[in-house]
């Protein structure tokens, strides 16, 4: 499931490809039709002669602001991938792969296309964010906007919470962006143990959370942006520590990855090291 690395990554990447280029036309594969959360004649009719004025990441959202041209009937596309949702940008003579679920053509041959093989992706069609999309207003601050926040603020917001730190992370009300994958790489950095109350940890430990937090994030988004041969759709996560690798030997103490829940939704994380 892309989180907020990813997504960030592939907003970098896109950004410069799409910005203030007009969408010419907009196809919605019949087999995948049931996934907009509205009449596909309004995607097929409504996307074309719009311009796209901005690409950016909202928690586990990609954000297309468009506007018609001349301005102003400012719309947007708004996908949350969840689990099984990608994106390719491709030259429009290049296949379109069997889990595409819509195709957004640009000026200049080039074709967004949205692809998803599990069908759980969110694809909305918004005049009101707020208000259309489920969630988006208790959205809480980014969590790489952490820094800037500071670690009183930080440490005010946490004491909001009660839950384990596992599923502190995964909230979105606490923080957008961070799902099942950066939440156990986040408490490896952190040292701490995915179970924990987040009332039992004391100031040093809310501290290295704080700190985990940012690094962790910016340090995937790089990586993902250093791998030349990164395909979005594969979602290659290899530089991770500890996520979806149990059984592996630890890369700080060398003790085995513990994992808990399914191999497909797994926890992970190291009992050498993390407390
Ligand atoms: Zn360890």
Redesign the pocket.
Known sequence: MPELPELEALRIRLAPRLEGRLITAATVNPKKAHMLRYPVEHFANELPARRIVSLSRRGKHLVFATELGGGGSDRWLVINPMLGGRFQMADGEVPVPATEVFTIRIEGRQELRYLDFRDMGRIYWATDLAREIPGWAELGPEADSVPAMGIDVFRKRLRRFRDELKDLLRNQEFLAGIGNAYSDEIL?EARLLPLRRRASLNPAEEEALFSAIPVVLKRAVEAILANPNYEESKQDRSFMA?HMKGGKT??????R?SQLGSNREPLNF?????L
């Not at 190291?270 to 993390?274: A, E, T, V």
């Open positions: 490896f500890v630890c890369p700080r103490c060398g003790h990855i190291c009992r050498g090291c993390q």
